[in-house]
């Protein structure tokens, strides 16, 4: 007779799954003036979600509920109203990460949203006047634009203005001239030469001119954003106003030489 055939052998007894440990959440709700912030508390692991806007709120609260240092921030909308308090922030993050340039990251470097979030955040390291780190997202935000507008949209300009008044509070005058005369051609041949966009321009690159003691070529700058405003609205408006002033200032200036 054949050999009876060997019982079949069952595979080992795989070890049971342990239930998952169970885990104190805590979310607290900061009061940041206006905006909003939320701190989740998982244990090891703290989470802030946006941080209000520049007001000190956020950072003082952390310092009395985040033990240790922060793992993760989230910033969820470009605005000043979100991102605001996270300037300040992020210098608790664990380690020593930078703000994730990414307010939608997750949309990719291409998306019009990204850039605007980029200006946003080089905005807000410039008014802290931390104008090294405002550059680099200025100047990523104005790429994303150029890659994905065109060189010669509107919103280019944008970033153009934006790059050339960091470059002028910095007094980097010969920086900011071909940037905001770039910014003026784009708006000139996209709106029109009498569009107040173009004002905009005319005024920085006036007051560049002034501030060099340049007023022969500050002065037909201002009467033109002058007159531009006045058209679009009106002699009495407070953005009017303050180019006259400016005017006469220049006036006064080349009658004291």
Do not use: W
Not at 28 to 55: H, P, T, W
Not at 144 to 171: C, F, K, M, W
Request: net charge negative; hydrophobic share 35%.
């Amino acid at each position: 007779m054949p050999a009876p055939s060997p019982e079949p052998t069952l595979p080992p007894a795989l070890a049971p799954t342990p239930p998952p440990t169970a885990q104190e959440l805590k979310v607290y709700f900061i009061d940041v003036d206006q905006g909003d912030s939320i701190l989740i508390d998982l244990g090891a692991i703290e989470i802030l979600i946006d941080g209000g806007d520049k007001s000190p709120g956020v950072v003082a609260y952390l310092a009395d509920y985040v033990d240790g240092a922060l793992e993760v921030m989230v910033a969820t909308h470009p605005h000043a109203d979100h991102i605001g308090g996270l300037i300040d922030a992020k210098k608790i993050i664990d380690g020593d990460s930078i703000l994730n340039y990414a307010l939608f990251v997750e949309l990719g470097d291409d998306h019009p949203k990204f850039a605007t979030s980029l200006n946003n955040l080089g905005r807000l390291y410039k008014d802290q006047g931390k104008y090294d780190e405002a550059l680099p997202f200025v100047k990523r935000a104005l790429a994303s634009r150029e890659r994905t507008l065109g060189t010669n949209h509107p919103d280019v300009a944008i970033s153009l203005n934006n790059l050339g008044l960091l470059y002028y509070d910095q007094g980097k005058y010969d920086e900011a001239l071909p940037v905001y005369q770039r910014a003026l051609a784009i708006y000139e041949g996209a709106s029109g030469p009498n569009h107040p966009h173009v004002a905009i321009i005319l005024n920085n690159l006036a007051r560049l001119y002034y501030n060099q003691g340049k007023y022969d070529e500050a002065l037909p700058l201002y009467q033109r954003a002058l007159a531009i405003r006045e058209r679009a609205f009106g002699p009495d408006h407070p953005s009017t106003k303050q180019c006259r002033e400016k005017l006469k200032a220049c006036q006064n200036a080349m009658r004291k030489r």
